[in-house]
C-alpha cells in the first residue's frame, strides 16, 4: 500500500500539473481573443525592426511638414517640385517644331527645314565634341526632340507637296516632282534611323570623338545618298 508521503507528492505534483494547465489554457485563450480583435480591427502585429522603420519614416514626414510649414501660419506649404532646364541643344529644335510650313513649302520650305535638321543635329555633336562626359540621361530630351522634328517635316511635305503635275502635257519637266516619296518619306526616315543608331550608342555609354566622328559622316551621307 503506498505511504501517506507517496500519497502526498502525488496531490501535490496534479495541483501543479492543474495550474500548469489552467495557465496555459488561459495563455491560449487570450491570445486567440486578441488575434480576434486584430483581425476585426483590420491590424496587425509588427517586430521590433519593422516598428524602427515606422517610426523613422514617421519622423520623416514629420520633419518635411515643418520645414515646409509656412511662416506664421502654422500649415504645410506647397511641395516645390526643382524642373530641370533643357539643355540648349534642345530648346534649338522647339523653333523648327513649332513653325507653320511655308506657302511655297514644296520648293523652298522643305528644303530649308531639311538643312535646319542637319544643322541641329551638327550642334548637338558639336556639344558632345567639347563635352564627351555627356550622359545619356542629360542629353535623351534631344533624341526625342529631334526625332519628333523629322516627323514635322514628313507632315509638312505630306500636306503640301503635289505628287504629280497637274498637266504634265504641257507644264515644263521639273525633277523635284518625282521625288515626292523619297522627300516625304524615305529621307526624313533614314534621318531618324541616324537618330537611333546614335542614340543606341550614348545609350550604351559616353560617347568617343570617333565616334562622333562617325555620326557626322553618317548624316552628311544622308542629305548625299537620299539627294535632298
Same mark, same amino acid.
Given at each position: 500500500?503506498?505511504?501517506?508521503?507517496?500519497?502526498? %507528492?502525488?496531490?501535490?505534483?496534479?495541483?501543479?500539473?492543474?495550474?500548469?494547465?489552467?495557465?496555459?489554457?488561459?495563455?491560449?485563450?487570450?491570445?486567440?481573443?486578441?488575434?480576434?480583435?486584430?483581425?476585426?480591427?483590420?491590424?496587425?502585429?509588427?517586430?521590433?525592426?519593422?516598428?524602427?522603420?515606422?517610426?523613422?519614416?514617421?519622423?520623416?514626414?514629420?520633419?518635411?511638414?515643418?520645414?515646409?510649414?509656412?511662416?506664421?501660419?502654422?500649415?504645410?506649404?506647397?511641395?516645390?517640385?526643382?524642373?530641370?532646364?533643357?539643355?540648349?541643344?534642345?530648346?534649338?529644335?522647339?523653333?523648327? *517644331?513649332?513653325?507653320?510650313?511655308?506657302?511655297?513649302?514644296?520648293?523652298?520650305?522643305?528644303?530649308?527645314?531639311?538643312?535646319?535638321?542637319?544643322? *541641329?543635329?551638327?550642334?548637338?555633336?558639336?556639344?558632345?565634341?567639347?563635352?564627351?562626359?555627356?550622359?545619356?540621361? %542629360?542629353?535623351?530630351?534631344?533624341?526625342?526632340?529631334?526625332?519628333?522634328?523629322?516627323?514635322?517635316?514628313? *507632315?509638312?511635305? =505630306?500636306?503640301?507637296?503635289?505628287? =504629280?503635275?497637274?498637266?504634265?502635257?504641257?507644264?515644263?519637266?521639273?525633277?523635284?516632282?518625282?521625288?515626292?516619296?523619297?522627300?516625304?518619306?524615305?529621307?526624313?526616315?533614314?534621318?531618324?534611323?541616324?537618330?537611333?543608331?546614335?542614340?543606341?550608342?550614348?545609350?550604351?555609354?559616353?560617347?568617343?570623338?570617333?565616334?562622333?566622328?562617325?555620326?557626322?559622316?553618317?548624316?552628311?551621307?544622308?542629305? =548625299?545618298?537620299?539627294?535632298?
Amino acid at each position: 500500500m503506498p505511504n501517506g508521503n507517496s500519497l502526498r %507528492q502525488q496531490v501535490e505534483n496534479n495541483v501543479a500539473l492543474f495550474l500548469l494547465g489552467a495557465l496555459f489554457t488561459g495563455f491560449v485563450a487570450g491570445w486567440g481573443a486578441y488575434a480576434t480583435v486584430l483581425k476585426v480591427n483590420d491590424r496587425e502585429t509588427i517586430g521590433t525592426d519593422r516598428r524602427k522603420v515606422l517610426e523613422s519614416f514617421e519622423k520623416q514626414i514629420k520633419d518635411r511638414d515643418s520645414a515646409l510649414t509656412s511662416s506664421g501660419s502654422g500649415k504645410p506649404g506647397p511641395v516645390m517640385h526643382t524642373v530641370s532646364p533643357l539643355p540648349e541643344y534642345t530648346r534649338a529644335v522647339d523653333s523648327l *517644331l513649332t513653325s507653320l510650313p511655308q506657302d511655297n513649302y514644296q520648293w523652298d520650305g522643305y528644303r530649308a527645314d531639311v538643312d535646319e535638321l542637319h544643322r *541641329l543635329v551638327d550642334r548637338f555633336l558639336d556639344y558632345l565634341w567639347d563635352h564627351p562626359d555627356t550622359t545619356y540621361a %542629360q542629353a535623351q530630351s534631344f533624341y526625342a526632340a529631334i526625332d519628333e522634328a523629322a516627323s514635322v517635316v514628313t *507632315l509638312n511635305a =505630306q500636306k503640301t507637296f503635289a505628287w =504629280q503635275k497637274e498637266n504634265p502635257l504641257t507644264e515644263p519637266y521639273d525633277p523635284r516632282l518625282p521625288n515626292y516619296n523619297q522627300k516625304v518619306f524615305i529621307g526624313p526616315s533614314w534621318f531618324r534611323i541616324r537618330v537611333e543608331e546614335l542614340r543606341k550608342e550614348h545609350k550604351r555609354g559616353s560617347l568617343t570623338r570617333d565616334l562622333i566622328r562617325e555620326s557626322r559622316r553618317n548624316f552628311n551621307e544622308w542629305r =548625299q545618298k537620299e539627294g535632298i
